[in-house]
């Protein structure tokens, strides 16, 4: 029988990583398009979106997933939100090494965004209209957030402690980060963590209606930024125990320090603007690391390209950082990726971990502008070279749920 | 449509009507729940409030703020989609409004997972406190009741309607303190934990036990006792047959012959992530010594010959089996 929670014996290490995005359907796709500082937000074909006021989102092309087989299942029952899943999940397990179909006793923890919703919103259109109930059932399978995660289970027989977050835009972020406590405190020797979301239409009415989203494509810390451009996609990353990796012969991208969640207990939807709450969030990951700030050489940060976000959000890092933030690059992959939503936190951690692995920090797609209200290293144009010791991963969430996951260079 | 509805409800002598109607209806009945737990500290908080956390199981909080926005979608404009209700078609919706309510800037995290989301609150509650995160989490489960999440059952045959067995859905909310220092006179510990999962399906439980063995033979041993230290079982009986079956052979396996006290609750308040935390809170107060939870065991359980609960129980196990094969079992003790 483990120790009952023996904390802090274990090094947790990503050692795959799977990513479905706008850029591309793979993780290899993604990063070499990221750090090229192109831009996946384009015209929205998922539905009609003439009725709305934008018309653009970072769409994935699903056209070229690899999509693993559930057995026994007809794929029209499979959502598209899981489908990103299990490619994510499929990517990543190949890339760490991981060939088998036995039974794995590991943790599987996901953040759970829309789910099936897409699919059901056919369903609840008819059904509002007047239509049949007896119609729908495949298109109400997936209603549960957690309907991803035990499509993964299924696919790759994951029979560990499974778990699905949902604080919204942070779901994800905290879901790698307990997946690495789970490995740290001896619950599982691997975890597959990460998130996935897929686009809809209640997203897009409802940014839409909180005119938060922009007519053009995002553009993060920018002057001249007017929202964010939603996204859908996912990422799911292996952690696991360090010693199981070593003795498997597994290389890491990096090693999760630690993780820091907090509420700023302020509003639904707006920040506390003066970065206080914030900067307690940055300052929990960092104490929960064990590293202080003049460690950090990157952040990843949350930078949806709101009016109200971007500011609270680099007023936290002056706090924490002081005049040191003007020489620390901080980079959104939001400009590049969109705004995933349940699955932006798992796609940041997964940029994270890569740029770490490959010494190269990527760009802020649609920055050019520099705000006074913003005053930090946005990384214009493409992605530079920089060696990174240790990166923070930053995400803001609905409610005022804000997380940051610490990643170091695995050793 | 089968569910189990907090009809009386009203958040009057408990939340301003201004504050009330701005939240939506899980929200409500999770700040009355959670104004009902942190009561027993009066006046004198004992911890921060930056220091305390929030942990919260739903089914389906969101549904039908959800359902809302989409009428309007669909049936007006999506240029009237409602502002207003948006944030709370987000399942941690109810958990958040609660944090803006009582100021609590702690960890704030909500879990979905269908049946298993409440215990799940508890369960990850203990693991941040463990964790130094937070000095004291309210560990919650909020369900609210919709036609889109019964239609959705329905047509899978899951509830209960005239001669077909199956769940009711519940409706409600609930919520626990727990703390690493929680004063002098704690309710009760809570001793162990553990999850495990039986891949199948998001709609289906697993052919076999095993997960849920798992989970409570886990539980049991991280809680430095043995199977036969068991006083009562909170049964996770839900009214489907299916469910009955993989009890009944999980707890053979757990408990061997021996046969400690059960108590059957969905029947009271229905099945989903609010009523996982109702039974964990009839388990606590049970370790507690507060009462004996003298409901008969369900049939299953009662035919294999586990009887009612008649004394004061010291250790208790209750479980949690979610469509998809997720498991999970807690275990609080007398303290």
Redesign the interface.
């Known amino acids: ?1 483990p120790p ?2 023996s ?1 802090r014996m274990r090094e947790a290490w990503i050692t795959g990583i799977g990513l479905v995005t706008a850029l591309g359907p793979d993780r290899e796709t993604t990063w070499r398009r990221l750090v090229a500082g192109e831009s996946g937000i384009g015209p929205l074909t998922l539905f009609d979106p003439s ?3 934008t018309s653009i989102a970072a769409q994935v092309d699903v056209s070229g997933l690899a999509i693993p087989l559930l057995q026994g ?1 007809p794929i029209r029952h499979t959502s598209r939100a899981s489908r990103f899943a299990l490619a994510a999940a499929a990517e990543a397990m190949r890339d760490a090494g991981f060939q088998t179909v036995e039974a794995h ?1 590991w943790a ?1 923890v996901l953040g ?1 965004g829309t789910a099936g ?1 897409f699919e ?2 056919a369903f ?2 008819r ?3 007047g239509g049949p ?2 119609r ?2 495949g298109e ?8 991803p ?3 993964i ?2 696919a790759f ?12 835009c942070s779901s994800s972020t ?1 879901a790698v980060g ?1 997946a690495a ?1 789970l490995v740290c ?1 001896g619950e599982a020797p691997v975890a597959l963590a990460g998130g996935t979301d897929a686009l809809c ?2 997203t ?8 938060a989203v922009d007519t053009e494509p995002a553009k993060p810390y920018d002057r001249r930024r007017k929202g964010l451009s939603l996204g859908e996609g996912a990422a799911v990353l292996v952690v696991e125990d360090a010693s199981h990796a070593r003795a498997r012969g597994a290389r890491p991208y990096a090693r999760v320090l630690g993780y820091g ?9 707006q920040p506390e603007p003066s970065g206080a ?1 914030w900067e ?1 969030t940055v300052r ?1 990951a960092l104490v ?1 690391a064990g590293v202080s700030e003049t460690d950090v050489d990157y952040i990843n940060g949350h930078g949806t390209a709101t009016e109200q976000n971007d500011p609270a959000e680099c007023a936290a890092y002056r706090r924490v950082f002081g005049g040191r933030l003007a020489d620390l690059p901080v980079s959104s992959v939001k400009g590049a990726v969109g705004h995933c939503l349940c699955a932006a936190g798992a796609i940041e951690a997964a940029a994270t971990a890569l740029a770490i692995a490959r010494a190269i920090v990527p760009p802020t797609s649609g920055f050019a502008e520099a705000d006074p209200a913003c005053p930090v290293d946005a990384v214009p144009d493409k992605g530079r070279s920089g060696d990174i010791r240790v990166a923070l991963s930053s995400s803001f ?5 804000s997380a940051v996951l610490v990643l170091g260079r695995a050793t | 449509m089968p569910v189990a509805v907090c009809r009386d409800f009203s958040t009057a002598n408990v939340l301003p009507p201004l504050v009330a109607r701005r939240l939506d209806r899980p929200s409500r009945l999770l700040a009355v729940a959670a104004r009902e737990a942190l009561a027993a500290f009066g006046d004198q908080f004992p911890w921060e ?2 220091r305390v ?2 942990t919260a199981g ?3 909080a969101g549904t039908s703020a ?2 809302e ?7 007006a ?3 009237e ?3 207003a209700q ?8 109810p ?3 609660l ?2 309510l ?13 049946q298993v989301g409440g215990l ?1 609150a508890i369960a ?1 509650a203990g ?1 941040m406190l ?2 130094r ?1 937070a000095d004291a989490v309210l560990a919650c489960g909020a369900d609210e009741a919709d036609w ?2 019964a ?2 059952y ?3 045959g899951a509830l209960r309607t005239d001669g077909h067995p199956g769940m009711v859905l519940c409706e409600g909310a609930a919520a626990l303190v727990l703390a690493r220092d929680p004063g002098s006179q704690p309710l009760a510990a809570l001793a ?1 934990w ?10 289906k439980y697993p052919d076999g036990p ?2 849920v063995v798992q989970a409570c033979t ?1 539980a049991i ?2 809680a430095g006792i043995t199977p036969r230290d068991i006083d009562l079982v909170v049964s996770m009986a839900n009214g489907i047959p299916a469910l009955d079956e993989l009890e009944l052979t999980a707890l053979a396996q757990v408990l061997g012959p021996y046969r400690p006290a059960a108590v059957g609750a969905s029947e009271r308040f229905g099945e989903g992530a609010a009523a996982g935390t109702l039974r964990a809170l009839i388990a606590a107060l049970a370790a507690g010594g507060a009462t004996t939870p003298a409901w008969d065991p369900p049939p299953h359980l009662a035919g294999a010959g586990f009887p009612t609960a008649t004394g004061r129980a010291r250790t208790v196990l209750v479980a949690a089996l ?5 498991a999970l079992a807690l275990v609080f003790t007398a303290v």
């Open positions: 029988m009952l929670y904390r009725e709305f006021r299942l006793p599987l759970g919703l059901a919103e609840v259109a059904r509002l209209r109930l007896v729908g059932l109400l399978v997936e209603v549960p957030q957690d309907a995660t035990d499509r289970a299924q027989n994951v029979t560990g402690p499974r778990i699905t977050v949902t604080t919204a905290i307990l406590e405190d239409r209640l897009y009415a409802g940014f839409n209606s909180l005119h969640v907090t509420n700023d207990a302020f509003h639904m939807t709450a307690r929990a929960d969430a609905f409610g005022g749920n | 409030r930056e956390g929030i739903t089914w389906n959800l359902l926005v989409l009428r309007t979608v669909f049936l404009s999506p240029d989609a409602p502002p948006f944030p709370s078609t987000v399942a941690n919706a958990a958040s409004q944090g803006i009582e100021k609590l800037g702690g960890p704030n995290i909500t879990f979905a997972e269908k799940r990850e693991r463990l964790a995160r889109l999440n239609e959705g329905l047509r899978l162990g553990a999850s495990a999962a039986t891949p199948a399906p998001p709609y095993s997960s886990t041993a991280r979610a469509g998809g094969g997720s």
